[in-house]
């Protein structure tokens, strides 16, 4: 009977690759999905559209308890819907396992539309990773102009956050329920060259 189940397992092993079946991977991070061989694979299973893995640019790494948050730019190609290549840039949570890298969180924002003269920074809010077993709001961005030597963010309860930026892209992780009363743009000096209040 052993023999028999042995060669049944060594039979259905035998055609997993031919098949293209994926066995089940159980971890954080993606449920039930293999982990990816490099860090961009990891990075693209965040991105709905698909870009492909050489116009992905790791800008800026912060380290997570369990892994990294990371700022990235990339292309999506054309679809039904988007006509031409589209540039984007976001996050990803991303998770170092055995066998490679387990993706978590992520968002990207397109980039199509030049900046205006004057701004300084374009940053969005939104998506949420987990750390340490807290649940964090991704604040993230890029910045235009050389002025800006960091960033920093004011909570309700009086506590500041800052920032410098890595190769001109950034990102603030805050607690859910903690809310920000303002975020500053600031100059090597520290002066503000820009304010912008959160109700």
Same mark, same amino acid.
């Given at each position: 009977m052993r023999k028999i189940l042995t060669f049944v397992l060594l039979l259905l092993a035998s055609l997993l690759p031919m098949t293209g079946c994926n066995l089940p991977f159980v971890g954080s991070?993606?449920?039930?999905?293999? %982990? &990816?061989?490099?860090?961009e694979e990891a990075v693209r299973r965040t991105n709905g559209c698909d870009p492909p893995l050489d116009t992905i640019q790791i800008q800026s790494t912060y380290p997570l308890a369990r892994g990294s948050l990371i700022v990235y730019t990339a292309i999506c190609p054309p679809n039904p819907g988007q006509p031409m290549n589209l540039p984007v840039y976001g996050f990803?949570?991303?998770?170092?396992?055995?066998?490679?890298?387990?993706?978590g969180a992520g968002l990207s924002i397109g980039t199509l539309?030049? %900046? &205006?003269?004057?701004?300084?920074?374009?940053?969005h809010r939104g998506g949420s990773v987990s750390d340490d077993g807290k649940s964090y709001v991704v604040m993230f961005g890029r910045v235009y102009s050389p002025q800006v030597a960091a960033l920093e963010i004011v909570l309700f309860n009086g506590e500041r956050r800052r920032e410098v930026p890595q190769n001109g892209y950034f990102a603030l992780m805050i607690e859910d329920g903690m809310a920000i009363q303002q975020l500053q743009v600031l100059d090597e000096n520290g002066t503000a060259l820009q304010k912008q209040?959160?109700?």
């Amino acid at each position: 009977m052993r023999k028999i189940l042995t060669f049944v397992l060594l039979l259905l092993a035998s055609l997993l690759p031919m098949t293209g079946c994926n066995l089940p991977f159980v971890g954080s991070g993606s449920s039930n999905k293999l %982990p &990816a061989l490099t860090l961009e694979e990891a990075v693209r299973r965040t991105n709905g559209c698909d870009p492909p893995l050489d116009t992905i640019q790791i800008q800026s790494t912060y380290p997570l308890a369990r892994g990294s948050l990371i700022v990235y730019t990339a292309i999506c190609p054309p679809n039904p819907g988007q006509p031409m290549n589209l540039p984007v840039y976001g996050f990803a949570e991303v998770v170092r396992e055995i066998g490679g890298w387990v993706d978590g969180a992520g968002l990207s924002i397109g980039t199509l539309d030049s %900046p &205006a003269p004057d701004a300084l920074i374009d940053v969005h809010r939104g998506g949420s990773v987990s750390d340490d077993g807290k649940s964090y709001v991704v604040m993230f961005g890029r910045v235009y102009s050389p002025q800006v030597a960091a960033l920093e963010i004011v909570l309700f309860n009086g506590e500041r956050r800052r920032e410098v930026p890595q190769n001109g892209y950034f990102a603030l992780m805050i607690e859910d329920g903690m809310a920000i009363q303002q975020l500053q743009v600031l100059d090597e000096n520290g002066t503000a060259l820009q304010k912008q209040s959160y109700n």
